[in-house]
């Protein structure tokens, strides 16, 4: 990590929110070619720093919101459902305008377009939804067990499925055959449902639990883990030249 520098900014969205956001890159890098990465509902924690160190270290401009600050106080160690709860009750278009907001910025900041978004869990979903709404601003996109489908309220009134046909960049969905939170037939169902299209790809791996990248002992998947980042950097580097 020698090499590594990083740093944390904030950023006023048009709201006035106070957006931090963690800054990761090889020192003196000459390339400008940038990865945002989308947290969980556990935020930017770890897990997810050790990610976007992974990422860096491959000559990337590692980019990582904390997206959920716009929930003041928020605690990431209560009950998982009461944290979703919380979570859910701000409506996506919020995530949406502020991740919109950083990729405007940083286009201006590097003055390069060579922008990808990588979202695990939580920011999986959120990853589905900008890369339908804001695709002009993207190169490609990588979706680690991202929600497919959830049930619709006025703060989710769009899931994945309904626009998923109408994505026209690049998506590389990765997924887990054993994950208890998105049920195998929905991946399947959607693996039909783009049959015809080609810049979306979706793997599912098999004995597989969701969050298999992360180093949680009940969850990480070694083998897996080594084949997702594979997967993920031959499609960075296809996609973001």
Known sequence: MNNLKIKKKFLKTKD???????????????????????EEIFGVNEDIKKICINIAKKNYIVIAPELLSRIKDINFNQNINRLRETINSIPDR??????????????????????GIIGL?????????LSYFYNKNIKTSV????????????????QPTDIINKIKIPILGL???????????IIKKTIKKIKKKKNIKIIIYK?????????????????????????????FNKYIN
């Open 16 to 38: 006035k929110h106070l957006l931090p956001i963690f800054y990761i890159k090889k020192k003196n890098i000459k390339e400008k070619k940038i990865i945002i990465v989308i």
């Open 94 to 115: 919020y995530f949406l305008y502020d991740l919109n907001q950083i990729i405007i910025y940083l286009k201006k900041k590097y003055k390069t377009n060579k922008i």
């Open 121 to 129: 869990s939580w920011g999986g979903r959120i990853t589905w939804l």
């Open 143 to 158: 979706i680690l067990y991202g929600r497919l489908k959830n049930k619709k309220n006025n703060n989710q009134s769009i």
């Open 175 to 185: 997924y887990g055959d054993k994950d208890k939170i998105i049920p195998i037939n």
């Open 207 to 235: 004995n597989s639990n969701h969050g298999f990248i992360r180093k949680k002992k009940e969850i990480y998947n070694k083998e897996i883990s080594k084949k997702a980042y594979k997967e993920i950097f031959n499609w």
